[in-house]
């Protein structure tokens, strides 16, 4: 049998067998008989290998029929036999912050998790194999009796050919299952059918309710201390999102978030942040908030008026505090919505 082994049968009473329940007393007063074909099966139970059935004369019977066909009797009979029948399947989550949190971004800020896990018998009390829904006829068809308005679930056991797409997209409730050999199906018996990458869910509810922090944004942070000094983090040390204040010493910390550019054109994030903070009514003074500091070739600013003044050339940014000449850049300042517009600011409590 395309070198599947066979490790179910049917007996002569037409009853399931597995072959771990027979011995070598048993089998002597059993006859058992394929499922696939119907041909007759004996078990083999050696020593050296491995237990199971074989056929007792040379057959064309292939696999896929052999698993098929036990893929629906055996989560039949599991539904039929069983007190429960739990599902958990894959859901997309949303951060629980996504409805006032300005750095929240779609499918950024989301993930996937397994659902919590539902007894279908508590909305379908029956389960037909082959039974006609419409156009469609699947495998095994969970509905509930007494409501023939609800909808009910294909159950289509996929060996090498998955359901048609004309099906997948009927918004049908579809349980695939990708069944290799008769030890996967056993182990459906065991407990809940649970989705991962052989066993798909198809037209079930998708959009999880949970509220859960995911954590998923890198954003830049920019600290403010009372002497003006300021300074936002690199590339390298973004934080999450989630991430809380840091600096005991800062007055101020802004996540900061610009498509992952620190540079807007003709201000960059250190200096929204220090606006921000002004804008705020945080009583501070910095260089890049004056109107005679200008930017040199390689980046650092620099005091126009350091000759007519006396003033450092390349000042440190606390000494804007003490500076006598400092003067508020209000054009620059006229410019803030715009930068503002261009950034996402949050304050970190």
């Known amino acids: 049998m395309d070198n599947v082994r066979c490790h179910y049968v049917y007996d002569e009473e037409e009853k399931i067998v597995h072959v771990d329940d027979v011995s070598r007393d048993t089998a002597k007063s059993h006859r058992y008989h394929c499922i696939s074909c119907g041909a007759e099966m004996i078990p083999k139970l050696g020593n050296l290998r491995e237990h199971h059935f074989a056929h007792k004369a040379a057959c064309s019977c292939n696999s896929e029929t052999y698993l098929h066909k036990l893929g629906k009797i055996l989560l039949k009979k599991k539904w039929d036999e069983s007190p429960e029948f739990y599902i958990r399947y894959m859901q997309r989550v949303k951060c629980g912050k996504y409805k006032d949190c300005v750095f929240y971004k779609d499918n950024v800020c989301e993930d996937s998790m397994l659902s919590e896990k539902y007894d279908l018998k508590e909305f379908y009390d029956t389960c037909d194999v082959e039974r006609s829904v419409g156009e469609f006829k699947p495998d095994l068809y969970l509905y509930h009796s007494g409501f023939s308005n609800r909808r009910g679930v294909f159950i289509e056991i996929k060996v090498t050919h998955e359901s048609t797409d004309k099906k997948k997209n009927s918004e049908n409730k579809i349980i695939e299952i990708h069944v290799q050999s008769d030890v996967e199906l056993r182990e459906l018996l065991k407990g809940e059918i649970i989705e991962n990458k052989e066993i798909r869910f198809m037209g079930f509810k998708q959009e999880c309710r949970k509220e859960i922090l995911l ?60 606006m921000y903070a002004v804008h705020e009514g945080f009583k501070i003074k910095n260089c890049h908030l004056c109107k005679y500091h200008r930017v040199g070739e390689d980046s650092p600013i620099f005091c126009c008026m350091s000759k007519k003044y006396g003033t450092p050339r390349e ?7 003490s500076c006598r000449y400092y003067t508020v850049d209000k054009e620059f300042f006229d410019k803030k919505e715009e930068y503002f517009a261009k950034v996402q600011i949050s304050e970190v409590k």
């Open 215 to 274: 954590s998923k944004r890198m954003l830049f942070r920019f600290f403010l201390y009372s002497n003006g000094g300021a300074y936002v983090s690199n590339y390298e040390d973004m934080l999450r999102c989630d991430v809380g204040k840091l600096k005991s010493k800062a007055i101020l910390e802004l996540n900061m978030d610009s498509d992952k550019c620190s540079y807007l054109g003709e201000v960059n994030l250190y200096e929204v942040g220090l």
């Open 315 to 321: 000042p440190k940014q606390t000494e804007a505090s």
